[in-house]
C-alpha cells in the first residue's frame, strides 16, 4: 500500500505541476480553454485546488476493492482446508480445521518449525515397559515388565521394595477409577503417563478401586487398604514433580509418595543412599527412547505434618506470589526421600513423521524440538525421525553446563564450530537443556541469536512452556517466519506467540488445537497443510493482489493520460457509474476465479518440496513483481489511450463515446490477461473470465437503452461500427504482443523450477523431480 500511496501522491503533483507549466506561458493562455482559466487574483486555487482535483481523479489508484477481494478468497482458503478428506483423520474422526482465515498465505512462508514432542510426533499412547526397582531391572529380556517372572513372582511374594513401588504407581496421580455396571473398572487421567503406570499397577494386582473424597481403596492379592489422602502436591513445570501425602487407615502412618524427572527426584535421596544403579538405569532407557520417571516416598511424623499442613495452607490462601511460596513450602516437605525405582515407558511414533520431517527439510525448512525429556530420550526420538543425522552424516552439538562460565565456554565452543563448518555439506544441531537455555536467555541472548540463525535444526530438552514462547520470540526477531505446534496444554503459550500456531487434537485435550490458528489430528497432515494449501494460498494471494493494483494503475494511467488533451482540466474521462461499475462488476470476478488456480498438480508438489523457495524467499510478491505490474498497467494504459484517441478523435466522437471505448479496451485487456496468467483451467473459471467478458456488453446495452441513464444509444451506435472492433483488436493486439512474447522467452529460454516441471506435467510423461531433471 506504501508504494501505492507514493504513486499516487507523486501523480497528483506531476498532473498539477503540468498545469503550473501552462499559466507560465502568458502567450499560451490564448490556447488555453474557458473552463481552465484563472482569475490572477486567486493564485491559491491554482496551488491547492487543481492539486485536490487530481487527487479525486487519482483515487481510484489505490483499489479500495482488494480488502473485500482477499477477505473473501482467504475465508475459501480456510474452506478447502475444511474440506479436505486427506486430512482427515479417520481413527480419532477429527477433520482438519482453520480457526484463522487471515493467515493461509504465511503457511507457504514458513522457514522455522518449532514442534513439540510428546503427543505431537509421537502417539502419546503411553505403554509400561521397564522398570527398576531396588537396584534390579525389569522387562530386559522381554521387553514388557509386566511378563517378567522375576517381578511377577517378587509381586507374589510381597517384596517390600516392589510393593511400596506398585503403591506409588498407583496412588501418586489425579486418576480417577470408574467402575462399569459389569464391575470393569477404567481410569479416567488427566496425563498418559499416569494412565499408563495406574493401568501397569493394575496388571500387577496393585488395583485402584476407588477414590471417593480423600478417601482411596486399593486391592492387592486379594487384600482391601484403605488410604485417606491428605494432601496433593501438584506438579508444575519449576518444580518437575508432583507428590502425595497419605495415610495408611489401618496404621494411620503417614507418607509422602513423589514421582517426577530423574534430576527433579534423585538429588533428594537421603544421605547415603546410593543412586548410581538408578542413575545407569535412566541412562539405559533414555538411550532406547523410553519416557522415564523417578519414583519416592518417605514416612512423615504426625507433628511434622500437622506443622507442614499450616505453612501449606497458608500458601494456598495467599492472595501475593501464591505459586511461589506454595513451591517453597513444599519444597520443605519434599527431602531425604527413599529412591524406590525408575519407570520406562514406551511413546511410539506417529505413522509418517519421519517422512515428513524429511520433506518439509527438503523445502528449507528448519525444525527445533521443544521438549521437556530427558536429553537422551529426546535424541533418540530426533534420530529416528530424521530430525537429526547420526555420524558420519551429521554432527551434534552439546551446550551443558550448571554455572554462567561452563555455560558461557560451552556456547562459546557450540558458535565457534557452527562458523567454521556452517559452509560443509554435513549436517549440524545443537541440543541444549533447559538449565543451560535459562542462563543463556538471561545472559547471553545475542549469542544464542547468532547460533540460531546458523543452525538448521535445534533439539531443547527440560524446557518449561515459558522457554518455549521465548524461543519463538527470539526466531520471531530474526524476521524467520514460524510455525508451532503441539498438542497439550502446556504448548499453548508457544502457539500463541509464533506466526503461524498448529494444533493437534490429541489425548491430552483440545486446549492446543482452541488457541491455534490451525487444528489437524496428526502430525503428518502439516505436509500437506504447507506444502499444498500454505503454497497455493501464497501464490493466488500474490497475484490477486497485485492484479488489483495492476486494473485500478491501468484505468488511472488513462486518466492521467487524458489530462494532457483536456488542457489539464482535471476532467474524468469515464462517468462515475462506469468507474463503479469497472472495480465492483467488470474486473473484480474474473480475478476471484484464480482461487481455484494450481501452477503444479499436488502430486508434483509434494514430490518437488524444493519449490517451497519461491514462497519463502517472496519471489512472486516483492517490489521487482509489483514494478513489472506497473510497467504493464502503464504500457496498456498508453496503448489503449493512444489507439483510442487515434481512431475516434478524427471522428470527431462525443465524450461519451470515447470514454465507453476506452473502457473497453481496457476491458479486453483485462480478460487476456486473466487468462494468460492462469495456469489451470476449469468450467467456473472460464466462465468467471469469459461470462463476466460478455456480461459487461450485456449490462451496457441494457444501460445504452435507457434515455435518462446519459449513455442512451452509445453502446448500439459503437458496436454497428466496424472500427470499434478494428479498434479493439488493435488494443488486444498491441497490448498482448510483447508480453506474450516476453512470456515465451522466459518459459524458453530462462525457466524457471516450476516451469520445468509444468513442462514435464504437460508432456504427460513419466514424473520426474527436479533432481532428475
Same mark, same amino acid.
Given at each position: 500500500?506504501?508504494i501505492?500511496?507514493?504513486i499516487?501522491?507523486?501523480s497528483?503533483i506531476?498532473?498539477?505541476m503540468?498545469f503550473?507549466?501552462?499559466r507560465v506561458?502568458e502567450?499560451?493562455?490564448v490556447s488555453?480553454?474557458?473552463y481552465v482559466?484563472?482569475?490572477?487574483d486567486?493564485?491559491?486555487?491554482?496551488?491547492?485546488?487543481?492539486?485536490?482535483?487530481?487527487?479525486?481523479?487519482c483515487s481510484i489508484m489505490i483499489p479500495i476493492?482488494?480488502k473485500?477481494?482477499?477477505?473473501f478468497?482467504?475465508s475459501l482458503?480456510a474452506?478447502?482446508?475444511?474440506?479436505?478428506?486427506?486430512?482427515?483423520d479417520?481413527e480419532?474422526?477429527t477433520?482438519?480445521h482453520?480457526?484463522?482465515?487471515?493467515i493461509?498465505?504465511?503457511?507457504?512462508?514458513?522457514?522455522?518449525i518449532l514442534t513439540?514432542?510428546t503427543?505431537?510426533?509421537?502417539?502419546n499412547?503411553?505403554?509400561?515397559?521397564?522398570?527398576c526397582i531396588?537396584g534390579?531391572?525389569?522387562g530386559?529380556?522381554?521387553?514388557?515388565?509386566?511378563?517378567?517372572?522375576e517381578?511377577?513372582n517378587?509381586v507374589?511374594n510381597?517384596?517390600?521394595?516392589?510393593?511400596k513401588f506398585l503403591?506409588?504407581?498407583a496412588?501418586c496421580?489425579?486418576v480417577?477409577p470408574?467402575k462399569s455396571?459389569?464391575?470393569?473398572?477404567?481410569?479416567k487421567a488427566?496425563?498418559?503417563?499416569?494412565d499408563?503406570l495406574v493401568?501397569a499397577a493394575?496388571?500387577?494386582?496393585?488395583?485402584l478401586?476407588?477414590?471417593?473424597?480423600n478417601n482411596?481403596?486399593i486391592?492387592?492379592?486379594?487384600r482391601?487398604?484403605?488410604?485417606?489422602i491428605l494432601?496433593?502436591l501438584e506438579?508444575?513445570?519449576?518444580r518437575?514433580?508432583?507428590?502425595?501425602l497419605?495415610?495408611?487407615?489401618?496404621?494411620?502412618?503417614?507418607?509422602l509418595l513423589?514421582?517426577g524427572a530423574d534430576?527433579?527426584?534423585l538429588?533428594?535421596?537421603?544421605?547415603?543412599?546410593?543412586i548410581?544403579t538408578?542413575?545407569?538405569?535412566v541412562d539405559?532407557?533414555?538411550?532406547?527412547?523410553?519416557?522415564t520417571?523417578c519414583?519416592?516416598w518417605r514416612e512423615?511424623?504426625?507433628?511434622?505434618y500437622l506443622?507442614?499442613?499450616?505453612?501449606?495452607?497458608?500458601a494456598?490462601s495467599?492472595l501475593i506470589d501464591?505459586?511461589?511460596?506454595?513451591?517453597e513450602v513444599?519444597?520443605?516437605?519434599?527431602h531425604?526421600?527413599d529412591?524406590?525405582g525408575i519407570?520406562?515407558?514406551?511413546?511410539?511414533?506417529?505413522?509418517?513423521?519421519?517422512?515428513?520431517?524429511?520433506?518439509l527439510r527438503?523445502?528449507?525448512i528448519n525444525f527445533?524440538?521443544?521438549?521437556?525429556?530427558?536429553q537422551?530420550t529426546?535424541?533418540?526420538i530426533?534420530l529416528?525421525?530424521?530430525?537429526?543425522s547420526?555420524?558420519?552424516k551429521?554432527q551434534l552439538?552439546?551446550?551443558?553446563?550448571?554455572t554462567?562460565?561452563e555455560?558461557?565456554r560451552s556456547?562459546?565452543r557450540v558458535?565457534?564450530?557452527?562458523?567454521i563448518?556452517?559452509?560443509e555439506p554435513?549436517?549440524?544441531a545443537?541440543?541444549?537443556?533447559g538449565?543451560?537455555?535459562?542462563i543463556?536467555l538471561?545472559r547471553y541472548?545475542?549469542?544464542?541469536?547468532e547460533?540460531a540463525?546458523l543452525?538448521?535444526t535445534?533439539?531443547?530438552?527440560r524446557?518449561?512452556p515459558?522457554?518455549k514462547?521465548?524461543?519463538?520470540k527470539l526466531?520471531?526477531?530474526c524476521?524467520?517466519r514460524t510455525?508451532?505446534?503441539?498438542?497439550?496444554?502446556?504448548d499453548?503459550?508457544?502457539?500463541?506467540?509464533?506466526?503461524?500456531?498448529? $494444533?493437534i487434537? %490429541? @489425548?491430552?485435550?483440545?486446549? +492446543?488445537?482452541?488457541a491455534?490458528?490451525?487444528? !489437524?489430528?496428526?502430525f503428518?497432515f502439516?505436509?500437506r497443510?504447507?506444502l499444498?494449501?500454505?503454497?497455493?494460498?501464497?501464490?493466488?494471494t500474490?497475484?490477486?493482489?497485485?492484479?488489483?493494483?495492476?486494473?485500478?494503475?491501468?484505468i488511472?494511467f488513462?486518466?492521467?493520460?487524458?489530462?494532457?488533451?483536456?488542457?489539464?482540466?482535471?476532467?474524468?474521462?469515464f462517468?462515475?457509474?462506469?468507474?463503479?461499475?469497472?472495480n465492483?462488476?467488470y474486473t473484480?470476478?474474473?480475478?476471484l476465479?484464480?482461487v481455484l488456480?494450481?501452477?503444479?498438480s499436488?502430486?508434483t508438489?509434494?514430490?518437488?518440496?524444493e519449490?517451497?523457495l519461491?514462497c519463502?524467499a517472496?519471489r512472486?510478491l516483492n517490489?521487482?513483481?509489483f514494478? $513489472?505490474?506497473? %510497467? @504493464?498497467?502503464?504500457?496498456? +494504459?498508453i496503448?489503449?489511450f493512444?489507439?483510442t !484517441?487515434?481512431?475516434?478523435?478524427?471522428?470527431k466522437?462525443?465524450?461519451?463515446e470515447?470514454?465507453?471505448v476506452a473502457l473497453s479496451?481496457?476491458?479486453?485487456?483485462q480478460?487476456f490477461?486473466v487468462t494468460?496468467?492462469?495456469n489451470?483451467?476449469?468450467f467456473v473459471?472460464f466462465?468467471?473470465i469469459?461470462?463476466?467478458f460478455a456480461a459487461?456488453?450485456?449490462?451496457?446495452f441494457?444501460i445504452?437503452?435507457?434515455?435518462s441513464?446519459g449513455?442512451y444509444?452509445?453502446m448500439?451506435?459503437l458496436?454497428?461500427?466496424?472500427s470499434y472492433?478494428?479498434t479493439?483488436?488493435l488494443?488486444?493486439?498491441?497490448g498482448m504482443?510483447?508480453v506474450l512474447?516476453l512470456?515465451?522467452?522466459?518459459?524458453t529460454?530462462s525457466p524457471?523450477?516450476?516451469n520445468?516441471l509444468?513442462?514435464?506435467e504437460?508432456?504427460?510423461?513419466?514424473?520426474y523431480?527436479?533432481?532428475?531433471?
Amino acid at each position: 500500500m506504501d508504494i501505492a500511496e507514493a504513486i499516487w501522491v507523486g501523480s497528483c503533483i506531476i498532473d498539477s505541476m503540468c498545469f503550473q507549466g501552462l499559466r507560465v506561458d502568458e502567450s499560451s493562455r490564448v490556447s488555453m480553454q474557458w473552463y481552465v482559466k484563472y482569475d490572477d487574483d486567486e493564485p491559491w486555487y491554482q496551488i491547492l485546488v487543481i492539486p485536490l482535483r487530481f487527487e479525486l481523479l487519482c483515487s481510484i489508484m489505490i483499489p479500495i476493492s482488494i480488502k473485500v477481494s482477499l477477505d473473501f478468497v482467504k475465508s475459501l482458503y480456510a474452506k478447502f482446508i475444511d474440506w479436505d478428506e486427506e486430512m482427515y483423520d479417520k481413527e480419532t474422526d477429527t477433520p482438519a480445521h482453520a480457526a484463522n482465515t487471515a493467515i493461509s498465505e504465511d503457511l507457504g512462508q514458513v522457514e522455522y518449525i518449532l514442534t513439540d514432542k510428546t503427543g505431537t510426533l509421537t502417539e502419546n499412547k503411553m505403554i509400561f515397559r521397564r522398570c527398576c526397582i531396588g537396584g534390579t531391572l525389569y522387562g530386559n529380556e522381554s521387553g514388557d515388565a509386566l511378563k517378567d517372572v522375576e517381578l511377577l513372582n517378587a509381586v507374589a511374594n510381597n517384596s517390600p521394595h516392589v510393593i511400596k513401588f506398585l503403591t506409588v504407581m498407583a496412588l501418586c496421580n489425579t486418576v480417577i477409577p470408574i467402575k462399569s455396571p459389569s464391575g470393569q473398572i477404567s481410569y479416567k487421567a488427566q496425563s498418559q503417563d499416569e494412565d499408563a503406570l495406574v493401568n501397569a499397577a493394575s496388571n500387577l494386582h496393585m488395583v485402584l478401586v476407588s477414590k471417593n473424597g480423600n478417601n482411596a481403596e486399593i486391592h492387592f492379592n486379594r487384600r482391601v487398604v484403605q488410604y485417606e489422602i491428605l494432601d496433593v502436591l501438584e506438579f508444575t513445570s519449576d518444580r518437575k514433580r508432583m507428590s502425595v501425602l497419605i495415610s495408611d487407615s489401618e496404621s494411620g502412618k503417614i507418607f509422602l509418595l513423589s514421582k517426577g524427572a530423574d534430576e527433579a527426584i534423585l538429588p533428594l535421596a537421603y544421605s547415603g543412599q546410593q543412586i548410581k544403579t538408578f542413575i545407569d538405569a535412566v541412562d539405559k532407557y533414555a538411550q532406547l527412547g523410553l519416557r522415564t520417571l523417578c519414583l519416592a516416598w518417605r514416612e512423615l511424623g504426625l507433628q511434622e505434618y500437622l506443622e507442614w499442613s499450616r505453612l501449606f495452607k497458608e500458601a494456598n490462601s495467599a492472595l501475593i506470589d501464591r505459586e511461589w511460596k506454595v513451591a517453597e513450602v513444599c519444597q520443605k516437605l519434599e527431602h531425604t526421600l527413599d529412591i524406590l525405582g525408575i519407570s520406562a515407558i514406551e511413546d511410539r511414533l506417529q505413522a509418517g513423521v519421519p517422512e515428513t520431517i524429511e520433506i518439509l527439510r527438503q523445502s528449507g525448512i528448519n525444525f527445533w524440538m521443544l521438549t521437556g525429556d530427558k536429553q537422551s530420550t529426546a535424541i533418540q526420538i530426533a534420530l529416528l525421525c530424521n530430525l537429526i543425522s547420526s555420524e558420519p552424516k551429521g554432527q551434534l552439538l552439546y551446550i551443558n553446563g550448571k554455572t554462567e562460565d561452563e555455560v558461557a565456554r560451552s556456547l562459546e565452543r557450540v558458535l565457534l564450530t557452527m562458523r567454521i563448518t556452517s559452509s560443509e555439506p554435513k549436517e549440524l544441531a545443537f541440543v541444549v537443556d533447559g538449565w543451560a537455555l535459562e542462563i543463556i536467555l538471561t545472559r547471553y541472548k545475542e549469542a544464542f541469536t547468532e547460533l540460531a540463525v546458523l543452525s538448521k535444526t535445534a533439539i531443547c530438552c527440560r524446557v518449561t512452556p515459558s522457554q518455549k514462547a521465548q524461543l519463538v520470540k527470539l526466531l520471531k526477531s530474526c524476521d524467520y517466519r514460524t510455525l508451532a505446534i503441539g498438542d497439550g496444554g502446556n504448548d499453548v503459550r508457544m502457539i500463541q506467540q509464533a506466526h503461524i500456531g498448529v $494444533g493437534i487434537s %490429541g @489425548r491430552e485435550g483440545l486446549q +492446543a488445537a482452541r488457541a491455534a490458528d490451525y487444528s !489437524i489430528g496428526k502430525f503428518r497432515f502439516l505436509k500437506r497443510l504447507i506444502l499444498v494449501h500454505g503454497r497455493y494460498s501464497y501464490n493466488r494471494t500474490a497475484f490477486l493482489s497485485q492484479y488489483s493494483f495492476y486494473k485500478s494503475l491501468l484505468i488511472c494511467f488513462i486518466q492521467i493520460l487524458f489530462s494532457f488533451v483536456s488542457g489539464i482540466a482535471g476532467t474524468s474521462l469515464f462517468n462515475s457509474v462506469s468507474l463503479m461499475a469497472y472495480n465492483v462488476f467488470y474486473t473484480s470476478i474474473p480475478v476471484l476465479t484464480t482461487v481455484l488456480d494450481k501452477d503444479l498438480s499436488e502430486r508434483t508438489v509434494t514430490q518437488n518440496p524444493e519449490i517451497l523457495l519461491y514462497c519463502q524467499a517472496g519471489r512472486l510478491l516483492n517490489p521487482s513483481t509489483f514494478a $513489472g505490474w506497473f %510497467g @504493464r498497467s502503464l504500457y496498456h +494504459a498508453i496503448v489503449v489511450f493512444l489507439i483510442t !484517441i487515434h481512431v475516434y478523435a478524427n471522428e470527431k466522437s462525443e465524450m461519451e463515446e470515447l470514454s465507453m471505448v476506452a473502457l473497453s479496451g481496457s476491458i479486453w485487456l483485462q480478460a487476456f490477461v486473466v487468462t494468460l496468467e492462469m495456469n489451470s483451467f476449469t468450467f467456473v473459471q472460464f466462465l468467471g473470465i469469459w461470462g463476466n467478458f460478455a456480461a459487461f456488453y450485456i449490462i451496457n446495452f441494457g444501460i445504452s437503452s435507457i434515455p435518462s441513464a446519459g449513455m442512451y444509444t452509445i453502446m448500439f451506435r459503437l458496436c454497428r461500427q466496424p472500427s470499434y472492433w478494428i479498434t479493439m483488436l488493435l488494443i488486444s493486439g498491441v497490448g498482448m504482443g510483447p508480453v506474450l512474447a516476453l512470456k515465451y522467452f522466459r518459459y524458453t529460454y530462462s525457466p524457471s523450477a516450476i516451469n520445468i516441471l509444468q513442462k514435464a506435467e504437460r508432456s504427460r510423461g513419466p514424473m520426474y523431480t527436479l533432481v532428475h531433471l
